[in-house]
């Protein structure tokens, strides 16, 4: 079965960098795009970053310039590169895809940003 599975959150101070993994499992990775999604405290999940199978990117326009979306396929993994953190960064993530006409998520992995 599908399979994602996040890490390398933390706490960062404002201005830092971290770099986000999902490594993903239970279906053919490169055949498929992957999003990224945050949700903050009291908010909804919003789509933070997606990338196509074939490796094209889009970014909602709040972490343009900031964060980098990219994968692996022969890791099977999707990344989420992101610097210049900012306090309302701070959520917890989820890579996410669309398989069989279905959502998949990961457990998430939590990003604060604070000093």
């Known amino acids: 079965q599908v399979q994602l599975v996040e890490s390398g959150g933390g706490l960062v101070q404002p201005g830092g960098s971290l770099r986000l993994s999902c490594a993903a499992s239970?279906?053919?990775?490169?055949?498929?795009?992957m999003n990224w999604y945050r949700q903050a405290p009291g908010k909804q999940r919003e789509l933070v970053a997606t990338?196509?199978?074939?490796?094209?990117?889009n970014y909602a326009d709040s972490v343009k310039g900031r964060f980098t979306i990219s994968r692996d396929n022969a890791k099977n993994t999707v990344y989420l590169q992101m610097n210049s953190l900012k306090s309302e960064d701070t959520a917890v993530y989820y890579c996410?895809?669309?398989?069989?006409?279905?959502?998949?998520w990961g457990q998430g992995t939590q990003v604060t940003v604070s000093s």
């Open positions: 990338i196509t199978s074939g490796g094209s990117t």
């Open positions: 239970g279906y053919i990775f490169s055949n498929y795009g």
């Open positions: 996410n895809i669309f398989y069989r006409g279905n959502p998949y």
